[in-house]
């Protein structure tokens, strides 16, 4: 079995494995206790999560196919900021009018289907018929859901998701990858 080299932000091989402490922090990020995280692939410069990579089937069986959750407060809001503004019909209109825009979209589509594969399997899960060739975030045709292509971008580093990378671009005025902007709290809860 090879092992999986991480490209995600902030990662390396020996810190993709959730501790407790990275779950306390997911529930304090989300306000809700996580469950099914099988990897972190993404983290700030602190050492926090940014995304949860969590199980395409949930231990309650509900189909999950958003694989790389975008978690971190700060960022989820950033990204709500632009869809509030409408950015993502303007890319939506220019895929349809980029052909190698949306040929990079498709191959963005099919690594997180790829992604979603192995951390289902590492899960322990073979397959998801439900969710079988459906990624997230609209792919590959449209761009509906900001969180779910920057969750992607962060998780598998730039260079893969054109608007992952071009969704973490526009939101640097409220949060980039070179400066930390965790509450301290999320690690004094129990
Ligand atoms: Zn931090």
């Avoid at 390396?12 to 959730?18: F, K, N, S, V, Y």
């Avoid at 960022?75 to 709500?80: C, D, E």
């Avoid at 969750?151 to 409220?174: F, K, Q, S």
């Amino acid at each position: 079995m090879t092992t999986h080299q991480p490209q995600g932000f902030g990662v390396t091989a020996d810190t993709l494995t959730p501790t407790e402490q990275d779950l306390q922090v997911l529930s304090a990020q989300l306000g809700r206790k996580v469950r099914d995280v099988v990897e972190i692939p993404a983290r700030c410069l602190c050492g926090n999560p940014l995304v949860a990579a969590t199980a395409p089937r949930l231990a309650n069986g509900s189909p999950f196919p958003t694989v790389f959750y975008l978690a971190h407060p700060v960022i989820t809001s950033a990204a709500s900021r632009l869809e509030a503004e409408g950015i993502m019909y303007e890319m939506t209109d220019e895929l349809a009018q980029d052909d190698a825009l949306a040929a990079a979209y498709a191959q963005a589509h099919l690594n997180y289907l790829q992604e979603r594969d192995r951390i289902g399997k590492k899960a322990g899960i073979a397959d998801v018929p439900e969710i079988e060739g459906v990624s997230a975030g609209g792919m590959p045709t449209r761009v509906k859901c900001l969180h779910a292509v920057l969750g992607h971008t962060l998780a598998v580093g730039r260079g893969i998701n054109p608007y992952g990378d071009r969704t973490l671009d526009l939101i640097a005025e409220w949060w980039t990858p070179q400066v930390c902007a965790c509450d301290p709290a999320w690690r004094q809860q129990n």
